[in-house]
């Protein structure tokens, strides 16, 4: 069964400190691997996708990874700001079954002034 | 755009009631997902539509839901009876195919349901 675990499960850091979150994941093959920023009480929303032949991808502050051979991607939050208090998801997209996302249960960060 | 439109945004139940949840998707999207998001297991797909067709419903969880998509501009997925354990929050999220398989999903801000 294809899977996608996050970890941590939640993080609280303080504003201005960089974090790494991670996944890991069993898809296979797996076509693009997404990571989704969610603020409280409101839908996911896109940050960052790789394919598999993509080792690295920015967003701003953000910057995630991938290494495809070991099945785990990153997500590197620089110089962390309040605003980045959210959840963020970890979405892997399987070859020839696009829309079959598998879906990871999500780091909660929190950042403390 | 006003992006992915749900409606109600809360929504509050007594058991064996019937819910009906509504979705406007981005237009011009040809794929709708809806999906239930709780805490002990993050987001699952329930069902998702192409161009108005009932595509996979693998992921609803039983006879008691049921998704229609009558239009290419709303979607509706209704539970009859509810139960408290559909207590979750609702979303509905369109994306329009593209080559290589870039098709974000947008998301719209979902429907908290709760059944007591």
């Known amino acids: 069964k294809n899977q996608v675990e996050q970890s941590p499960q939640s993080l609280i850091i303080l504003e201005g400190k960089n974090c790494t979150l991670q996944?890991?994941?069993?898809?296979?093959?797996?076509?693009?691997l997404r990571w989704y920023k969610q603020d409280t009480g409101r839908g996911p929303v896109s940050l960052t996708i790789?394919?598999?032949?993509?080792n690295t991808k920015s967003n701003g502050r953000y910057t995630a990874t991938l290494d495809a051979d070991t099945k785990q991607s990153s997500l590197h939050i620089t110089a962390s700001q309040l605003s980045d208090s959210a959840s963020y998801i970890c979405v892997v997209t399987p070859t020839g079954g696009a829309d079959g996302l598998t879906f990871g249960k999500g780091t909660h960060l929190i950042i403390q002034p | 755009d006003a992006g992915v439109i749900q409606s109600p945004r809360h929504e509050v139940t007594e058991m064996g009631q019937e819910v009906t949840l509504r979705c406007k998707p981005i237009?011009?999207?040809?794929?709708l997902f809806w999906y239930r998001q709780t805490m002990m297991r993050g987001l699952e797909l329930l069902i998702y539509f192409n161009n108005n067709v009932p595509i996979d419903d693998s992921g609803m969880p039983e006879d008691r839901f049921s998704a229609k998509m009558p239009n290419a501009s709303f979607s509706t997925l209704k539970i009859q009876p509810s139960e408290p354990r559909d207590s979750a929050v609702y979303f509905c999220?369109?994306?329009?195919?593209?080559?290589?398989?870039?098709?974000?999903?947008?998301f719209g801000p979902g429907t908290r349901l709760t059944v007591l």
């Open positions: 996944c890991n994941y069993t898809v296979s093959p797996f076509s693009n």
């Open positions: 999220a369109s994306s329009l195919r593209s080559s290589g398989n870039y098709n974000e999903q947008f």
């Open positions: 790789m394919t598999f032949s993509e």
């Open positions: 237009s011009g999207h040809d794929y």
